[in-house]
């Protein structure tokens, strides 16, 4: 296996000898998840509880790191130890000089996994760990026509059909992949959910087919819950619980409900720490570039009216949605599984975007 690869053909092989250093980087968020869980297996096995260090990039010193990889381990299957440093990027920048140092010596003690989003195949750095490391590109699969290059939906969608098969014990057609892929963007955690869901809608034999994705991710009731969503963020309380009142009259379930609300508003939470994180970072990073990362439609209308929304959401409640979604969704499976209050568990998710507004601050960069 070459000493840089892209992350569907690292998941796809037996990463069975890990180097001293690995660096994980691209701007996908799950597949960089994906591929650090597969070294962690590879260094230390299949056991979950054993213990590694799992580092900040923006607070972590370079000793911390050294002390963390350079002893032999008395866990796991391997004696080695393991160190991943998240949002490694500051860190990076940080002791460049101190890693080039690091990559010349041969470390058997244990491995230090980089998860970064920008890495640079122009410097030493990279050249260094091409030659002696790991390096896994964890961006969505491109291809190349002259001199152009453009979404690869062939690789992107045979991707999720195995990944269907093998993690969610479902059958999805290729065109169903490739619907989904349009419909949901490259935001591939957000396509991984999705399948998961649609798992639920069909038997054992049966496949998650072209009809089910539109009929449950695109029909007329999605556009009825984009209209909650959206009337939600922008502070429109009665409006959007007129809305949900309709669609329970219409027969819905708060659970089904959840889902596809849940859906919408991820794509907001997203887009926010996209750009809180490229913010921290000192990238120039605008809200359009986060919401069209997030997944977000890339059209001039489709974005304006997104940036729009986001801004009324404000950071704060954007910055806490995806703990209030996780909150919400074991209350749905616990104490508001009945349908009574499930329901009033999902006004009370609409309403909570009225209160508690952001103080004003100046808005950010376009």
Request: glycine share 8%; charged share 30%; hydrophobic share 40%.
């Amino acid at each position: 296996m070459a000493n840089t690869v892209h992350a569907f053909d690292f998941l796809d092989t037996d990463a069975t000898s890990i180097p001293s250093v690995c660096v994980v980087f691209g701007r996908d968020a799950f597949l960089r998840g994906l591929v650090a869980e597969k070294i962690r297996r590879a260094v230390l096995g299949d056991v979950n509880d054993v213990p590694y260090g799992k580092l900040a990039g923006n607070t972590v010193t370079w000793v911390d790191v050294v002390d963390e990889v350079s002893t032999m381990s008395l866990f796991g299957n391997s004696g080695r130890r393991l160190a991943i440093v998240e949002d490694a990027d500051p860190f990076v920048s940080r002791y460049r000089d101190e890693l080039e140092s690091f990559l010349e010596k041969s470390r058997p003690g244990g491995v230090l996994v980089l998860q970064v989003e920008k890495w640079a195949a122009n410097t030493r750095l990279y050249k260094k760990c091409n030659e002696v490391g790991l390096q896994v590109q964890c961006n969505p699969p491109e291809k190349k026509a002259g001199k152009k290059t453009s979404l690869d939906m062939d690789a992107l969608s045979k991707w999720f059909v195995r990944r269907a098969k093998d993690e969610h014990d479902a059958k999805l057609n290729a065109g169903a992949a490739h619907l989904l892929v349009e419909l949901l963007g490259t935001e591939l955690g957000l396509i991984d959910q999705e399948v998961a869901r649609l798992s639920l809608f069909v038997e054992p034999h049966e496949a998650i087919n072209e009809d089910l994705v539109r009929e449950q991710v695109h029909g007329g009731q999605l556009q009825e819950i984009w209209h909650l969503v959206d009337a939600a963020v922008e502070g429109k309380t009665a409006e959007a619980l007129n809305q949900l009142d309709r669609l329970f009259q219409a027969g819905d379930k708060p659970q089904k409900l959840y889902g596809q609300i849940a859906w919408s508003l991820r794509r907001f939470a997203a887009a926010t720490r996209i750009y809180q994180r490229g913010r921290r970072r000192g990238d120039a990073v605008s809200l359009r570039d986060a919401l069209k990362e997030a997944g977000f439609p890339n059209w001039p209308k489709a974005l304006e009216e997104a940036q729009r929304r986001l801004l009324a959401l404000g950071q704060i409640r954007g910055g806490r949605l995806y703990r209030q979604l996780l909150e919400l969704d074991m209350s749905l499976k616990g104490s508001h599984s009945q349908e009574a209050r499930g329901r009033l568990a999902l006004e009370k998710l609409i309403v909570s975007f009225s209160k508690a507004m952001d103080p004003p601050r100046t808005a950010p960069q376009r």
